[in-house]
C-alpha cells in the first residue's frame, strides 16, 4: 500500500498493492498495521456503509457534531470526485477542501478524519461507495454543509457529462454556509 498525503493535514489518499494475472486480482483493501505505519493513525471501525448513486449525484457534504466521525471511503464500481472539508479550528487549512477522483479502476482509497466534512459527486452512470466509521451514524449529531458555499469555492467537475445541474437529497440541499457551521476546537 502507498500512502499520499493530501494539503489537509491527517488526510491522506491510499493506493494498494494489486496482484493481477488471469484469473483476475487481489488486493488487502484494509490492513491495520500498514494502516497504522503509513498514516500514524489506529482506527477502530465501529460500522460499515454502502451507498449506490447515479451520475450527477452529490452526496454531502456530511459529518458529526459531538460524536465525530472519521472515514475511510472507496469505489467497487464506477467513478466520484470525493471531497473533504477541514472543519477543525486549531488546523492550519481551516476551512479549506482537497479533492481526489475515487473509482473501481483506481482502487484508491481517501481516509476522511474525525472534524472534517465528506461528500462526494458521482461522475459514472452508477457508482457504489463502500466506507468504514470510527462512529456511528447518530441521526442527532448529522450535520451537512452547503456543498456549493461559495466562501468554500469547491472545484467539482460539474463539467463532466451529466453532472452540470446535481442530484441534491432535500437534506443536502438545505446545508449550511460555512460561515455558520457548527466545527471543531
Known sequence: ???????????????????????????????GRRFHDQTGVDPRFVQDNH?????????????????????????????????????????????????????????????????????????SEHAECLYKTTEYWSPGHERTLLWNDPQLAIAWPLAEPGCADPILSDKDRAGVPFARAEVFA
Open 51 to 123: 451507498s449506490r448513486s447515479r451520475r450527477g449525484v452529490v452526496r454531502g457534504l456530511h459529518y458529526q457534531v459531538d460524536l465525530p466521525q472519521g472515514k475511510l471511503v472507496r469505489v467497487v464500481a464506477g467513478r466520484v470526485f470525493d471531497v473533504v472539508v477541514d472543519l477543525r479550528k486549531s488546523s492550519p487549512t481551516f476551512g479549506h477542501w482537497t479533492g481526489t477522483e475515487l473509482s473501481s479502476d483506481n482502487r484508491r482509497q481517501l481516509w476522511v478524519p474525525p472534524g472534517c466534512a465528506h461528500g462526494f459527486l458521482t461522475l
Open 1 to 31: 500500500m502507498s500512502c499520499t498525503a493530501t494539503a489537509l493535514p491527517g488526510v491522506f489518499v491510499l493506493e494498494p498493492t494489486v496482484f493481477e494475472d488471469e484469473r483476475g486480482f487481489f488486493f488487502e483493501s484494509f490492513n
